[in-house]
C-alpha cells in the first residue's frame, strides 16, 4: 500500500532554514507528481511546491526560498525551507494524487519563532 513518511520538521529561528524529507513507498515513484502542502492552524491546508513530469511549481509566498527537490533512487522528495518567516509555521504534509485516489502522509511540524 502507499506510504508517504515525512521527517525533519522542528524549531527554528527566523531566517533559518530546514530540510524536509517524505520517503514513499508502495508505488511507482518516479512517474507521478509529489507535492508538499502545509496547515496553519485555523487555515485551510495550501500547496507549497510540487515536482513532477521535469518541472516544479511552487506557491508565490515561498518562491525563491523553497526548493523541492527528488531523489528517484531513494524514492524520496526533499522540501529545502530557507530565509524561514513566522508565516512559515505549520504542519507539512507529503502528498500524491494516484488516479482518484490522494495520499498523505502524517505531516511534520514547522515552527519558527524567536
Known amino acids: 500500500q502507499v506510504q508517504l513518511v515525512e521527517s525533519g520538521g522542528g524549531l527554528v529561528q527566523p531566517g533559518g532554514s530546514l530540510r524536509l524529507s517524505c520517503a514513499a513507498s508502495?508505488?511507482?515513484?518516479?512517474?507521478?507528481?509529489m507535492s508538499w502542502y502545509r496547515q496553519a492552524p485555523g487555515k485551510e491546508r495550501e500547496l507549497v511546491a510540487s515536482?513532477?513530469?521535469?518541472?516544479?511549481t511552487y506557491a508565490s509566498s515561498v518562491k525563491g526560498r523553497f526548493t523541492i527537490s527528488r531523489d528517484n533512487g531513494k524514492n524520496t522528495v526533499y522540501l529545502q525551507m530557507n530565509s524561514l518567516e513566522p508565516e512559515d509555521t505549520a504542519v507539512y504534509y507529503c502528498?500524491?494524487?494516484?488516479?482518484?485516489?490522494?495520499?498523505w502522509g502524517q505531516g511534520t511540524q514547522v515552527t519558527v519563532s524567536s
Open positions: 515536482s513532477g513530469a521535469g518541472s516544479t
Open positions: 508502495g508505488f511507482t515513484f518516479t512517474i507521478y507528481t
Open positions: 502528498n500524491v494524487k494516484r488516479g482518484i485516489r490522494t495520499y
